[in-house]
Structure formats: structure tokens, C-alpha cells
């Protein structure tokens, strides 16, 4: 599967029993790019955490990823009802490409959690 035809990506890796899965994002050479995680929320719901090297932001690779692999989520996994992700408040970048998927905002869950040292906003 292509990604602008510029990426693919790999098949699923499931990390233990928690059938935390992670979705490589690879160049056409093959070179990593980043990743999507698919991790279980409960029976119908999972939630998606994803990473782009800095070098591919903004030049479509996180959306058209994120696309293909919530399509891809909803057709394999016919019981789940509700798929999320959290994002720093702080990150737009990410909040664009969850908005141009057709993520909803729901609200700011406030001091949710620790990066780098401080609290945040999720």
C-alpha cells in the first residue's frame, strides 16, 4: 500500500498481549519514516498515537497515513464504534491532520499529562 506513492506502509507488528499494534510508515527505498500505534481503549473503541520524522511534517505523509490506517481500522475491526487520539493543545500540526481525516475536537482534558518535564493539556 502506497502512501502518495511515496510511502508504505509495513504490516502489523503486535506488541504483547495487549494486541498493542504498531504500523510502520516507510519511504519507497524502504528507509523508516515513522509510525502509527493502534492500541485498545475497550471492546469498541481504539485509540491511534502516531509519529513523523520532523523531516516529512507537513508535506501530507501523517494524513494520508492516518487516513488509510482509520479505514483500515474500521473494515478489519467491524465491532469498533470509536476510534480517538489525544494531542498536546499545543500541537496544530497534529490536530489538523486528525481534522482533515474527520476527527471531531471533543474538548481539553486539562493536566492530563507529562512531557519534557511539564505538565500538559491534552
Do not use: C
Request: without cysteine; charged residues 35%.
Amino acid at each position: 500500500m502506497s502512501i502518495n506513492k511515496r510511502t508504505k506502509i509495513s504490516e502489523t507488528e503486535k506488541k504483547n498481549d495487549l494486541e498493542i499494534q504498531r504500523r510502520r510508515l516507510r519511504r519507497e527505498d524502504d528507509r523508516p519514516i515513522g509510525y502509527i500505534l493502534i492500541m485498545p481503549v475497550d471492546n469498541i473503541r481504539k485509540e491511534i498515537g502516531y509519529v513523523l520524522a520532523r523531516k516529512y511534517w507537513g508535506k501530507g505523509f501523517a494524513t494520508e497515513a492516518v487516513r488509510l490506517v482509520t479505514a483500515e481500522i474500521f473494515k478489519e475491526m467491524p465491532e469498533i464504534e470509536r476510534l480517538e487520539a489525544l494531542v498536546d493543545v499545543d500541537n496544530v500540526g497534529s490536530q489538523r491532520v486528525l481534522e482533515k481525516v474527520g476527527f471531531t475536537r471533543e474538548g481539553v482534558m486539562r493536566n492530563y499529562i507529562i512531557m519534557k518535564g511539564s505538565v500538559r493539556d491534552m
